[in-house]
C-alpha cells in the first residue's frame, strides 16, 4: 500500500506529518518504508538519521549526434517538445538541461546519427532508522545542484518501494510535475493544509490534481486554532475527512527545530498520531485496499 503525503504550498508540516505517521506505524508492528521524494529538498534524514547502506546514480538519456553523417534534415529539432536539440547550419546544438530523455530524436533520426548517452541528474539512497528496537526502510532522492529535471529522479525512488509494506511517501510541495509523479498511483494521498487564505487556495489545486489522478484523499488540518474554517467547509461540502487537526504548538515547533521525533518525545502527539494511523488504516480498508487488513492496528491506549 502507497500513502502519499501532499499539500498545495510548502510550510504546513508534511514533512512532520509522514515521518510521524511512519514511525507511529512502525511502532504498531507494521513493516513500514518511508520515501522522500521532496528531491529538491529532502529533509525527512534528518529526523531518522538512517543508517545509508546503498547510493546510486540516477541518469537520464539524452542526444549525442555524429556531426559527419548528419544530413541537417531537421527532423530531431521538429519532434523535440522541450527544445532541447536544435539542428544549425553547421552543426547540431543539443542542451542537455533541456532534454527529458524521451528518445524521440534518436528514434526518428534517418541517417541515424544520433546516440544516446547518460548524463547523471541525482543520487538515491537506501537504508534503514532504527527506533527503539523497530526498523523503518527509508530511501530518498537528492537532485544535483543547478539541475532543473527532477520528476525522473522522483520517479526512480518511487521505484524502490517495497511490497507487502505500508509505503509513506513525503511528496514535493505544489502541484507541479513532481507532485504529480510522486502522488500517482497511491491508495490514499493525505493533503496536509493550515485555516488560511493561501492553505485553502492551495488545498483546492492540490485536491483537483488528486482528483484527476483518480487518488482518494483526506485531509490533515495543521495549525487549526488559527485563521478561519473555511477549509474545513471545503473539506465537508467536497466530503474530504478530516482525520486529523494539530494545533498551534510552540512545543512542537521546538521538537521541529531541534529535529526530534514527535510520537517519541511527547505522548500526547504519540497518541494523536496512533489516532491518525488508525483512521488511516481504517480509510485503506473502507477503499477495500487488501493488504490494509493485513497491517496490525495500534493497541486501544497503548505506549510507543
Known sequence: MRIAVASGKGGTGKTTVAVNLAVAASMAGNRVQLLDCDVEEPNCHIFLSPDFQRQETVRIPVPAVREKDCSRCGICGQVCAFHAIFPGPKRVLVFPELCHGCGACSYLCPEKCIEEVPRPIGVIEEGTASLDGREIMFAHGALNTGEALASPLVKEVRKKALAHSLVIVDSPPGTSCTMVQSVKGS????????????????????????????????????????????????????????????????????????????????????????????????????????????????EEGGSL
Open 187 to 298: 491508495d490514499l494521498c493525505i493533503l496536509v493544509t493550515e485555516p488560511t487564505p493561501f492553505g485553502l487556495h492551495d488545498l483546492l489545486l492540490a485536491y483537483e490534481t488528486a482528483v484527476k489522478l483518480g487518488v482518494p484523499v483526506v485531509a490533515v488540518i495543521n495549525r487549526s486554532d488559527i485563521g478561519d474554517d473555511r477549509g474545513e467547509h471545503f473539506c465537508e461540502s467536497h466530503g474530504i475527512p478530516v482525520i486529523m487537526r494539530i494545533p498551534l504548538d510552540k512545543r512542537l515547533a521546538k521538537m521541529y527545530a531541534e529535529g526530534r521525533i514527535l510520537v517519541t518525545s511527547s505522548e500526547e502527539y504519540a497518541q494523536m498520531f496512533r489516532v491518525l494511523h488508525a483512521k488511516v488504516l481504517e480509510a485503506l480498508q473502507n477503499l477495500g485496499v487488501t493488504d490494509a487488513t493485513r497491517l496490525q492496528l495500534p
